[in-house]
């Protein structure tokens, strides 16, 4: 009989790459009980929530309103009269993450990224235990016996999309891609998709719409089938001339998505966390858009992507364009 593996899911990416880890470790639905929880109502979660559903034998779907201890009592008594011998998850200080740990008898841990926070200098999981003495404290009176150090040296093994990085959590990794090989598409065709901003807090020495003047325009050089994401917070939901994806979707699974539809994808953003993401599929080319006043942002991205051994296709300068200097075509 095969152990059952509780898989913990915070995040619509989280439930991308625990779609992909079902696949490459060939586990069966009745093997696999899926906790996701939420802290607010929204329909990319509730999306990606319906998307990975019927890969679980069982699944809890939990809504967190934040208040101690009603959450933490609420996951001890599930997690409790759940059965399991493994525990997949991203979120290393989770208290939904430690309380599971600690309901199960000296669980495998399998563990994988949880975005850029796998491989930031700055992130939470780059500390030693990760918990306030505050969080600690509470959690200790459910039975919480973990902590980041403990998760480090237990971890069979850790699923990463930056193979070529220092990772916070362990060097046991293994390389996963959120886009399957080329070998896995059907057609070898190819479009372009353009990753939306909010345009106004990264660009706010310009003219209300000038920045998206020049998307446009270089939005009409490129060849081929062109798309447009509206960044979700921007209220932005079109650019004129460019079809736009109106979905509940997150970037990561247009991008796959559109992977499977045409084979290959030119994507082009303004430094934004789901290229870094996808940054290491041999079926996408990366472009980093800027423009004035976002130089910052993109000495940033360029460097976290050189620790993650990611390197981008090409660095684009919307002023350059406007200007009248051209840009490269796809």
Not at 34 to 60: G, Q, V
Not at 86 to 97: G, L, N, T
Not at 134 to 149: D, I, M, P, S, V
Not at 268 to 289: D, P
Request: hydrophobic letters at 35%; aromatic letters at 10%; charged letters at 20%.
């Amino acid at each position: 009989m095969h152990p059952r593996r509780l898989f913990i899911c915070g995040t619509p990416l989280q439930a991308l790459l625990i779609e992909r880890i079902i696949e490459l470790e060939s586990l069966s639905k009745d093997e696999c009980i899926l906790f996701f929880y939420t802290y607010s109502i929204n329909d990319k979660y509730a999306h990606a929530y319906e998307r990975i559903c019927p890969l679980f034998h069982e699944a809890h779907h939990y809504f967190c309103d934040n208040k101690y201890p009603g959450y933490a009592r609420d996951a001890r008594r599930l997690f409790s009269n759940l059965d399991y011998q493994a525990v997949y998850f991203a979120s290393a200080i989770s208290s939904f993450v430690l309380l599971a740990l600690s309901c199960a008898q000296n669980p495998e841990i399998v563990t994988f990224d949880d975005g850029t926070a796998n491989i930031s200098q700055n992130s939470l999981y780059a500390s030693k235990y990760g918990l306030t003495l505050k969080k600690a404290l509470a959690l200790a009176l459910f039975g919480n016996r973990y902590h980041l150090q403990r998760i480090r040296k237990e971890s069979r093994r850790h699923y990463t999309l930056h193979p070529g990085s220092t990772n916070n959590i362990s060097d046991k990794l293994v390389p996963i891609s959120i886009v399957g090989s080329l070998r896995e598409s059907a057609s070898d065709s190819s479009c372009s998709l353009i990753l939306g901003t909010l345009f106004r807090d990264a660009f706010p020495s310009m003219r209300p719409g000038e920045i998206q003047n020049r998307l446009c325009k270089f939005a009409s050089r490129l060849r081929g089938d062109v798309f447009y994401l509206p960044h979700p917070r921007s209220g932005e939901s079109w650019l004129r001339g460019i079809r736009t994806i109106d979905t509940q979707q997150v970037a990561e699974e247009v991008a796959v998505d559109l992977c499977d539809r045409y084979g290959r994808l030119d994507l082009y953003g303004f430094c934004s966390s789901a290229q870094l993401n996808l940054g290491s599929s041999e079926r996408i080319r990366n472009f980093l858009l800027t423009a004035d006043g976002h130089i910052t942002n993109l000495h940033t991205m360029t460097e976290t992507m050189n620790r993650a051994g990611i390197k981008p296709y090409g660095i684009i300068d919307l002023d350059l364009l406007h200007s009248g200097n051209g840009a490269p075509e796809s």
